[in-house]
C-alpha cells in the first residue's frame, strides 16, 4: 500500500535560516504529492502540491520537486521567518490521502 | 463559498454519552473524510465517502459512526463516548478529479471525561 515518511521534528532554526524538511513515499502509480501545513491551534491549510513527476510546486517561499527516481518531495525554504512555525505534513493522494508523521517547525528570532 | 465547517469547535462529553459531530461543505465535492488527531500526532483517518449514500471505513472507525444523506452533509456519531476518543477531529472534502487537493474544516476539539 502506500505510504509517507518524513522527518521527525522539532526542528528548531534561527530566524532567515534555510530550511529543508525531507519527505520520501511508497506507491503504484504517479500519484499526486502535496505538502500541507498546520499553524497552532488551526487546521491543515494546502502548502503546494505536484501532480506528475518533475513539477515544482511553490508557495509562500517554499518549493519542493516531485523526484519520481528518488521516491520523495522534499520541502524548502531558503530564509524562514518567526510566522514559519507550525507543522508541516507531507501527503500522498489515492482515493484517500496518505500523510507523513508531520514535522514539527519552531523557528526563533 | 464558506468552504468547510465544522460545529461544535469544542466540547466536553462524560464517558458513555452520545453525540454528533456536524461537518458540511458548499464547494459540491463528492469525497469527504473524517480524521482524528492526538496531541502531537498526525490524522488518522476514521471514515471516509464518496458520495451520497456510499461510506466506508478508514484506520480508526471503532466506535463512530457516519452517514453520508446530501452531497453536502457528512457527520460523524460517536455513540458511547470514551476517554480514548479525546482527540481533535477534523472534516474534510475534495472534488474527483486526480490529484485535487483537500480542503479541511477547522477541527472539533472533544474532551472526554
Known amino acids: 500500500g502506500n505510504s509517507v515518511t518524513q522527518m521527525e521534528g522539532p526542528v528548531t532554526l534561527s530566524e532567515e535560516a534555510f530550511l529543508t524538511i525531507n519527505c520520501t513515499y511508497t506507491a503504484t502509480g504517479y500519484p499526486s504529492l502535496f505538502w500541507y501545513v498546520q499553524y497552532p491551534g488551526e487546521g491543515l491549510q494546502l502548502l503546494l502540491k505536484?501532480?506528475?513527476?518533475?513539477d515544482k510546486g511553490s508557495n509562500k517561499g517554499f518549493e519542493a520537486t516531485y523526484r519520481k527516481e528518488t521516491t520523495s518531495f522534499h520541502l524548502e525554504k531558503g530564509s524562514v521567518q518567526v510566522s514559519d512555525s507550525a507543522v508541516y505534513f507531507c501527503?500522498?493522494?489515492?482515493?484517500?490521502?496518505?500523510f507523513g508523521g508531520g514535522t514539527r517547525v519552531l523557528v526563533k528570532p | 463559498n464558506a468552504g468547510v465547517t465544522q460545529t461544535p469547535k469544542f466540547r466536553i462529553l462524560k464517558i458513555g454519552q452520545s453525540m454528533t459531530l456536524q461537518c458540511a461543505q458548499d464547494?459540491?465535492?463528492?469525497?469527504m473524510y473524517w480524521y482524528r488527531q492526538d496531541p502531537g500526532m498526525g490524522l488518522k483517518l476514521i471514515y471516509y465517502s464518496v458520495g451520497a449514500g456510499i461510506t466506508d471505513k478508514g484506520e480508526v472507525p471503532n466506535g463512530y459512526n457516519v452517514s453520508r444523506s446530501t452531497t453536502e452533509d457528512f457527520p460523524l456519531r460517536l455513540e458511547l463516548a470514551a476517554p480514548s476518543q479525546t482527540s481533535v477531529y477534523f472534516c474534510a472534502s475534495r472534488g474527483d478529479r486526480r490529484g485535487e487537493t483537500q480542503y479541511f474544516g477547522p477541527g472539533t476539539r472533544l474532551l472526554v471525561l
Open positions: 501527503a500522498l493522494a489515492g482515493n484517500k490521502l496518505t
Open positions: 505536484a501532480t506528475k513527476a518533475d
Open positions: 464547494m459540491n465535492h463528492n469525497y
